[in-house]
């Protein structure tokens, strides 16, 4: 089952900041937070992981509480490209670790 | 670079009949993971491999699936006799072990109808 909590859609303004939240009460010391994507009739996409430390990419910005129960993928100018499903998965760091997919949030980004 | 490649994107086929998958993950990938993703569900691991051996197949329906990979590159994943509940996307994903966190690469997917 997932260890991971994602409401089940949001909508965003093309242009402004989405804020995706994720909760991970039961998350382990040496599991890693994953985001990935999956835009409709592909498969998913990687966007960003971290541990505890917050992270930043040329795709988005990950939000890590200092508990490390839960986090938020930001992407600072949503576009309409962005409408997709996204994911939050908890792991361990590991050769061939596998991913534990939610039901993940659908983020649909409107004009 | 070239992606993960699969193929065909789209079958379908009649309950009980047999049908494969092909799967070409990126050159040089050790891992390589069969999902199946039921329309509105996220993705469940089916298979992993390790170069050409399986570290693991525990959700993997061994009574009507196969998979095998063999010298460790390309893959193949096989249903036979297909059932209704098998309509799904299939991914293939693969992956370079502790390179970049260990990130897994999707190919597109074949899409499965089971009539």
């Known amino acids: 089952d997932a260890k991971t909590t994602q409401p089940p859609s949001m909508d965003c303004a093309e242009g402004r900041a989405a804020n995706l939240p994720c909760n991970h009460s039961t998350i382990s010391g040496n599991e890693y937070v994953y985001w990935y994507r999956q835009i409709h009739s592909q498969g998913p996409q990687y966007i960003i992981h971290g541990l505890k430390n917050n992270e930043t990419n040329e795709m988005a910005s990950l939000i890590i509480t200092e508990d490390r129960k839960s986090s938020t993928l930001i992407l600072p100018h949503a576009t309409l490209r962005d409408t997709a499903v996204y994911y939050c998965i908890v792991r361990v760091l590991d050769a061939g670790n596998m991913l534990t997919f939610g039901g993940g949030t659908r983020l649909m980004v409107k004009p | 670079e070239a992606g993960v490649a699969q193929s065909p994107r789209y079958k379908i086929i009649e309950k009980r009949q047999s049908v494969a998958f092909w799967c070409n993950p990126i050159?040089?990938?050790?891992?390589l993971y069969w999902y199946q993703q039921i329309l509105g569900q996220g993705p469940k691991l089916l298979i992993q491999f390790q170069n050409n051996g399986v570290v693991d197949d525990s959700q993997l329906p061994k009574d009507r699936f196969s998979a095998e990979r063999l010298k460790g590159v390309d893959s193949t994943l096989k249903i036979q006799p297909a059932k209704l509940e098998d309509s799904a996307v299939y991914l293939c994903a693969s992956s370079l072990p502790r390179d970049s966190g260990d990130t897994q690469y999707f190919g597109p997917g074949t899409r499965l109808t089971v009539l």
């Open positions: 050159s040089g990938h050790a891992t």
